[in-house]
């Protein structure tokens, strides 16, 4: 089991940049991938974006494509979202994932941390 525990949340206006970062432990960093999903009110949670473990493969929703960059830090046994251009539909709780049990453009986890709130105002 991975731990995670996310940070970088925050309330931006329109247009602005937060970068979000999540702390892993419990196992070796390089043997697995990790991703970021969110979940806004009264929505279901959805996939953002997926590092591979090597962090040469990436993958995102279409919705943040251009605008969000996920990256990996084996020095720091982390993983960041930099989001720019931020919309007020980014507005959601973000959630750390590590450990795919099943890899692709839509991934799915087994380890999840507590979440990050992201509020963007118009």
């Known amino acids: 089991q991975v731990q995670l525990v996310e940070s970088g949340g925050g309330l931006v206006q329109a247009g602005g940049s937060l970068r979000l970062s999540c702390a892993a432990s419990?196992?070796?960093?390089?043997?697995?991938?990790m991703g970021w999903f969110r979940q806004a009110p009264g929505k279901e949670r959805e996939f953002v974006a997926a590092?591979?473990?090597?962090?040469?493969?990436?993958y995102y929703a279409d919705s943040v494509k251009g605008r969000f960059t996920i990256s990996r830090d084996s020095g720091k046994n982390a993983v960041y979202l930099r989001m720019n251009t931020l919309k007020p539909e980014d507005t959601a709780v973000y959630y750390c994932?590590?450990?795919?049990?099943?890899?692709?453009?839509?991934?799915?986890?087994?380890?999840w941390g507590q979440g990050t709130q992201v509020t963007v105002s118009s």
């Open positions: 590092i591979s473990e090597s962090g040469r493969t990436t």
């Open positions: 994932a590590a450990d795919a049990t099943r890899w692709g453009p839509k991934p799915s986890f087994s380890s």
């Open positions: 419990g196992r070796t960093f390089s043997t697995y991938a």
